[in-house]
């Protein structure tokens, strides 16, 4: 009984599905673990920002600030 309710489930279309992804590389951007998490969390909020279907990868900092380069799912660049 649980395999035919799984099989007419597993036929169900589920919907749309987006992805907002922030990536941070050792040691490229931190070599601290905490700091790493920071600068991937950082860019996953500026991927969420710069609407559905994005990847933010962080970029090393300069300074103060950190800049971010957004490009969506589909490898277009984001605008500005």
């Given at each position: 009984?649980?395999?035919?309710?799984?099989?007419?489930?597993?036929?169900?279309a589920l919907g749309t599905l987006s992805v907002s992804?922030?990536?941070?590389?050792?040691?490229?951007?931190?070599?601290?673990a905490e700091a790493l998490l920071a600068k991937a969390d950082e860019a996953l909020y500026q991927a969420k920002g710069a609407g559905r279907d994005r990847v933010v990868i962080s970029e090393m900092s300069t300074g103060a600030s950190a800049r971010a380069q957004a490009t969506s799912i589909t490898g277009e660049p984001e605008r500005s």
């Amino acid at each position: 009984m649980r395999s035919k309710a799984w099989a007419e489930l597993s036929r169900q279309a589920l919907g749309t599905l987006s992805v907002s992804i922030g990536v941070a590389l050792f040691p490229q951007h931190a070599s601290e673990a905490e700091a790493l998490l920071a600068k991937a969390d950082e860019a996953l909020y500026q991927a969420k920002g710069a609407g559905r279907d994005r990847v933010v990868i962080s970029e090393m900092s300069t300074g103060a600030s950190a800049r971010a380069q957004a490009t969506s799912i589909t490898g277009e660049p984001e605008r500005s």
